[in-house]
Nanobody, 115 residues
Framework: QVPLVESGGGLVQPGESLRLSCTAS????????MRWYRQAPGKERELVAN???????RYADSVKERFTISRDNAKNTVYLQMDRLKPEDTAVYYC?????????WGQGTQVTVSS
């Protein structure tokens, strides 16, 4: 089991920014991909962003051009930079580590975008 710990959530106004962090207890380069998901109340968990070992990234259409996923392998940390936040971005954000045999989940961090 590899613990994933998210941080950086909070309350912001529309148009503002947040940066989420996900730190793993083991090397993130050992995973096929690191991912960010989010889940709003009453909604299914949604894949927001992927970053693969190669550095290739993928984003949900709803966050494309606003969110950026990145990593610091030396720190075993993955980031999600969220710019121009909208109320519909409000959700619990979860870090996810994908490997050939399954995946790991963090506990989540709350992001609330409201005036």
């Amino acid at each position: 089991q590899v613990p994933l710990v998210e941080s950086g959530g909070g309350l912001v106004q529309p148009g503002e920014s947040l940066r989420l962090s996900c730190t793993a207890s083991r090397y993130i380069v050992s995973f096929n991909a690191m991912r960010w998901y989010r889940q709003a109340p009453g909604k299914e968990r949604e894949l927001v962003a992927n970053i693969y070992t190669s550095g290739t990234t993928r984003y949900a259409d709803s966050v494309k051009e606003r969110f950026t996923i990145s990593r610091d392998n030396a720190k075993n940390t993955v980031y999600l930079q969220m710019d121009r936040l909208k109320p519909e971005d409000t959700a619990v954000y979860y870090c996810n580590a994908l490997f050939s045999g399954g995946q790991y989940w963090g506990q989540g961090t709350q992001v609330t975008v409201s005036s």
